[in-house]
């Protein structure tokens, strides 16, 4: 059985992901700002990804499988109206708080087994949309720090990222609060559904297991057909 960090595990698809892993039998770490209901077989700490001042030591085994960052935003406004604030504030959290748990993780990734990290993009990087300005300069950042670990960590440690489309989380509920909104939404689709976080989640434990041994510096797309067809 593996060893795994999941950072932002308490909610969403990092939630829906700790789930699988510990029905895999897997012993799962999770980082994130609160427990909520996390099972006690988890080993939980209290991080805030976006502080300078945090002890990034606390909480790591020596050896790890696998750590996925699972923390993002969704602030969906017109680009008039975005403060640079906004795309710094964007940046911290999914870039920069990336950055974070990976260097100190790194040390315990490569002494681990067939070491996989996994990162979350978004499919607004490589289709255009509007009001999604700020999340899709981080995210597209994501996408280039996946690819930029993944040359600079071979062979030791596969480095992969899922680019989801709208998914059926707490992070989404605005945009999911009514009936039609969420039949809009999943109009918008070819699929014509929004996402659902087990199926993100089963996504990240595929990579993060040694059936993906075979896989690295890829950007996967989890968007109901959204960002192609």
């Given at each position: 059985?593996?060893?795994?960090?999941?950072?932002?595990?308490?909610?969403?698809?990092?939630?829906?992901?700790?789930?699988?892993?510990?029905?895999?039998?897997?012993?799962?770490?999770?980082?994130?700002?609160?427990?909520?209901?996390?099972?006690?077989?988890?080993?939980?700490?209290?991080?805030?990804?976006?502080?300078?001042?945090?002890?990034?030591?606390?909480?790591?085994?020596?050896?790890?499988?696998?750590?996925?960052?699972?923390?993002?935003?969704?602030?969906?406004?017109?680009f008039r109206s975005l403060k640079p604030e906004a795309?710094?504030?964007?940046?911290?959290?999914?870039?920069?708080?990336?950055?974070?748990?990976?260097?100190?993780?790194?040390?315990?990734?490569?002494?681990?087994?067939?070491?996989?990290?996994?990162?979350?993009?978004?499919?607004?990087?490589?289709?255009?949309?509007?009001?999604?300005?700020?999340?899709?300069?981080?995210?597209?950042?994501?996408?280039?720090?996946?690819?930029?670990?993944?040359?600079?960590?071979?062979?030791?440690?596969?480095?992969?990222?899922?680019?989801?489309?709208?998914?059926?989380?707490?992070?989404?509920?605005?945009?999911?609060?009514?009936?039609?909104?969420?039949?809009?939404?999943?109009?918008?689709?070819?699929?014509?559904?929004?996402g659902a976080p087990e199926d993100i989640a089963a996504?990240?434990?595929?990579?993060?297991?040694?059936?993906?041994?075979?896989?690295?510096?890829?950007?996967?797309?989890?968007?109901?057909?959204?960002?192609?067809?």
């Amino acid at each position: 059985m593996a060893t795994y960090l999941i950072v932002g595990g308490s909610s969403g698809i990092g939630r829906a992901l700790v789930d699988q892993l510990l029905d895999q039998q897997h012993t799962v770490h999770v980082w994130a700002r609160q427990q909520r209901d996390l099972p006690a077989s988890v080993s939980f700490t209290s991080v805030d990804v976006t502080a300078d001042d945090q002890d990034w030591s606390t909480g790591l085994p020596d050896a790890l499988d696998g750590l996925v960052y699972c923390p993002g935003n969704i602030d969906l406004k017109s680009f008039r109206s975005l403060k640079p604030e906004a795309f710094r504030q964007s940046f911290e959290l999914n870039v920069v708080g990336a950055v974070r748990c990976l260097q100190a993780a790194e040390r315990p990734l490569k002494r681990g087994t067939n070491a996989s990290v996994v990162l979350f993009s978004t499919v607004a990087v490589q289709r255009g949309m509007p009001f999604h300005a700020a999340v899709a300069a981080a995210k597209g950042a994501v996408e280039g720090l996946t690819r930029s670990l993944a040359a600079e960590y071979v062979p030791a440690v596969r480095v992969n990222a899922i680019a989801p489309s709208l998914t059926d989380t707490p992070l989404a509920e605005k945009l999911l609060a009514t009936d039609d909104k969420r039949e809009a939404s999943a109009k918008r689709h070819p699929l014509q559904q929004v996402g659902a976080p087990e199926d993100i989640a089963a996504m990240a434990a595929f990579l993060l297991s040694k059936r993906a041994a075979f896989v690295t510096g890829q950007v996967i797309g989890m968007d109901g057909g959204l960002g192609t067809i």
